[in-house]
């Protein structure tokens, strides 16, 4: 079993940055694929960011490709969300999430909140 818990939200104004930190429980969680998505009010879920187990693959949605970057420590069992450039469209609740199987995440965080100011 995971759990994760994400930290590092909160109100910034546009062109500023934040970096999101999802912290893990649980030994297998350098193992798995981790993922950063947002949902805003109103909105689908969207996928922002993935990072495979080793960090060495990336990927991100044309939304924020060039202003965010994901990362991982395994040593410290925590993924980041390093976004620079903010814009309000970026407000929203971040979720982590880790272990994509079957078309579907296993194990979410709680959420946190970034709201972006213009």
């Known amino acids: 079993q995971v759990q994760l818990v994400e930290s590092g939200g909160g109100l910034v104004q546009a062109g500023g940055s934040l970096r999101l930190s999802c912290a893990a429980s649980g030994r297998t969680f350098s193992s798995y694929v981790v993922g950063w998505l947002r949902q805003a009010p109103g909105t689908e879920r969207e996928l922002v960011a993935r990072?495979?187990?080793?960090?060495?693959?990336?990927a991100y949605a044309d939304s924020v490709k060039g202003r965010f970057t994901i990362s991982r420590d395994n040593a410290k069992n925590t993924v980041y969300l390093q976004m620079n450039r903010l814009k309000p469209e970026d407000t929203a609740v971040y979720y982590c999430?880790?272990?994509?199987?079957?078309?579907?995440?296993?194990?979410w965080g709680q959420g946190t909140q970034v709201t972006v100011s213009s």
């Open positions: 990072i495979s187990w080793s960090g060495a693959s990336t």
């Open positions: 999430a880790a272990q994509y199987t079957g078309s579907k995440w296993n194990y």
